[in-house]
T-cell receptor, first 114, second 112 residues
């Protein structure tokens, strides 16, 4: 079975540009999470969805960040406009199991904003 | 405000010896704890977990210990192998919720 699929794997952009990161969760998983990894803070939860509905977006840093899940097999995380401090690795994860259990992560999208 | 803390950013250990990774948490509602392992350019993968009803869980070379009164858990790797060189993340959750709170990670280097 395919795991969580993220694209692009690497993105280099200039400050002020729009960035869109994409995620396809594991088929049948009804929870999808967006995390950001930085050296200082490790893995931070940005937002998560259940059955395509945003449940908790308290981790989204600013209005420049937005996330959507138009259907069960696709989600996007958008940053507009991007800033150098947004440079990080962004991970998508999904689960269909019990609360508190294992999340399955994609390989991440490394974003560099110049 | 990080609810899960890994205060050692790195650990270097000789092959064959024990690696001990520590993790502290502040949220008393957390009742399920997980360790994830991450290699460069890959996503984190689940390693081992423990429920708050237990104080120890073992899986091969990996053992997790939980001290609820101290809000502390540790991961022991015995014996350490070169393939164990990776970043290890501690994570915790309230089992009524689906989201995991992660620590900042500890980079383990196993020396041959």
């Amino acid at each position: 079975d395919a795991g969580v699929i993220q694209s692009p794997r690497h993105e280099v952009t200039e400050m002020g540009q729009e960035v869109t990161l994409r995620c396809k969760p594991i088929s049948g998983h009804d929870y999808l999470f967006w995390y950001r990894q930085t050296m200082m803070r490790g893995l931070e939860l940005l937002i998560y969805f259940n059955n395509n509905v945003p449940i908790d977006d308290s981790g989204m840093p600013e209005d420049r960040f937005s996330a959507k899940m138009p259907n069960a097999s696709f989600s996007t995380l958008k940053i507009q406009p991007s800033e150098p401090r947004d440079s990080a690795v962004y991970f998508c994860a999904s689960t269909g199991g019990l609360p508190g259990g294992e999340l399955f992560f994609g390989e991440g999208s490394r974003l560099t904003v110049l | 405000d990080q609810q899960v803390k890994q205060n050692s950013p790195s650990l270097s250990v000789q092959e064959g010896r024990i690696s001990i990774l520590n993790c502290d948490y502040t949220n008393s509602m957390f009742d399920y704890f997980l360790w994830y392992k991450k290699y460069p350019a890959e996503g984190p993968t689940f390693l081992i977990s423990i429920s708050s009803i237990k104080d120890k869980n073992e899986d091969g070379r990996f053992t997790v210990f939980l001290n609820k009164s101290a809000k502390h858990l540790s991961l022991h790797i015995v014996p350490s192998q070169p393939g164990d060189s990776a970043v290890y993340f501690c994570a915790a959750s309230d089992s009524s919720d689906y989201k995991l709170s992660f620590g900042a990670g500890t980079t383990v280097t196993v020396r041959a």
